[in-house]
């Protein structure tokens, strides 16, 4: 299949409609109150789907989603606080990252590549330091594709007494959260994910005791949450420019999320692109990171072929000459790729991708996709 724009298999930025696209093509002034009344809208619409009404606020700030992470983080972890990160990929690596640029005191519970942090680990290690104020998780650590078990993680946070932060990045909009069965301080996110608008800004859904009681926390100007809330409040404009076209075609977006069925009906097309992925990619003898309890709508981590003749560089630039761009693999231990579920993607993509990839295998002359340690265990056997 060739296409003249390939369709992004990533978890973000990803391929969107025509009508997102179309929807940037008007020019707007960042103090008009048309565009007021957009980012109102926005706001509005965000705290609805968490059903935080009564209890949070909505902060959009200008970045990317990990600027939205640094903030939320900086905004609502005191100077003297500390801050227990859960990580098993790369983007909880990165908060503990972001929390050593700070200079503020955390401990990590690192599960590696395949694992989820799970209440019990948490629990211990919450009972074990008191000093603890917050806890982070990735709600999606799309490094391995993981799905993370917030719930569980929440009520046991919410027990000791202790903060709660979800990234929740690659996750929000298409698996369901809400604030009166899943208690947290913050969920963060951004335009470009499972709402399926494009990159500018991100987004932090905040409690508003926690974000009120945050005032001095902040180590930068541009990413105090507390004063871009009070300023939007104030005035209805964000401090500084805003990414106005990216917020006009969000909103289209968010308009065309509700009318797939909103959170419920994207889950189902992102879950059955998952299933139909994996089950197509397994018959071409590849082999996900993940067992399938763990697997998530968003990302899929797949094992490398083992072949002698399988090189990633080869592999991805023929898929995009097919019409399709994958995401290179995180893991530490093991050579992998991913395959994207979000997105414009419907069956006939589906379809497209699979064929592209036993079309590409077969350029490769490489036989199916087993990956090197299905064919050590084979040798040896």
């Known amino acids: ?76 972890v005191p100077k003297a606080g500390k801050l227990l990160v859960l990580m098993n990929g790369a ?35 919450l009972v074990a330091d008191p000093a603890i104020t917050h806890v982070a998780v990735v709600h999606c650590e799309t490094s391995s594709g993981i799905l993370n078990p917030i719930e569980e993680i929440a009520e046991v946070v919410a027990r000791h ?50 974000l009120e009681a945050s005032k001095g926390n902040a180590h930068s100007l541009s990413m105090d949450l507390l004063d871009q809330w009070q300023y939007l409040a104030k005035t209805g404009q964000w401090r500084y420019t805003p990414p106005t076209h ?4 969000f909103l289209q977006a968010l308009k065309e999320h509700g009318e797939e069925g909103g959170v419920a009906g994207r889950h189902a097309r992102y879950q059955r692109n998952q299933q139909r992925l994996v089950a197509g990619m397994r018959q071409l003898g590849f082999e996900t990171l993940l067992s399938d309890e763990w697997l998530s709508p968003i990302i899929i981590t797949f094992f490398s072929p083992g072949h002698e003749h399988f090189d990633f560089q080869t592999f991805y630039d023929r898929m995009k000459a097919q019409g399709f761009i994958i995401y290179p693999g995180k893991l530490t231990a093991a050579e992998s790729f991913r395959l994207g579920c979000i997105g414009q993607l419907h069956d006939p993509q589906i379809d497209a991708v699979l064929a592209a990839v036993a079309t590409v295998l077969n350029e490769m002359n490489i036989p199916d996709g087993t990956p090197a340690h299905a064919l050590n265990a084979a040798a040896s056997a």
């Open 161 to 210: 007494q202790r903060g709660l932060i979800i990234d929740s990045m690659s996750a929000f909009g298409a698996v369901a959260i809400s604030a009166k069965t899943v208690q947290f301080d913050a969920l963060i996110s951004s335009a470009n994910k499972c709402f399926e608008g494009v990159p500018g800004f991100g987004f932090s859904l905040i409690r508003q005791r926690a």
């Open 246 to 249: 990216v917020v006009a075609a």
């Open 1 to 76: 299949m060739n296409t003249e724009q390939p369709y992004l298999l990533t978890p973000g930025p990803i391929t969107t409609t025509l009508s997102v696209k179309q929807a940037m093509l008007q020019d707007w002034g960042s103090w008009d109150g048309d565009f007021r009344a957009k980012t109102a809208e926005l706001c509005r619409h965000l705290i609805a789907l968490i059903d935080g009404e009564d209890s949070h606020v909505c902060v959009p700030l200008q970045g990317s989603g990990t600027f939205a992470v640094e903030a939320t983080l900086a905004t609502l």
């Open 91 to 125: 983007y909880g690596q990165r908060m503990g990252k972001i929390m050593d640029y700070l200079g503020r005191d955390y401990v990590a519970l690192d599960k590696g590549d395949y694992a989820p942090p799970r209440a019990e680990e948490v629990e211990a290690v």
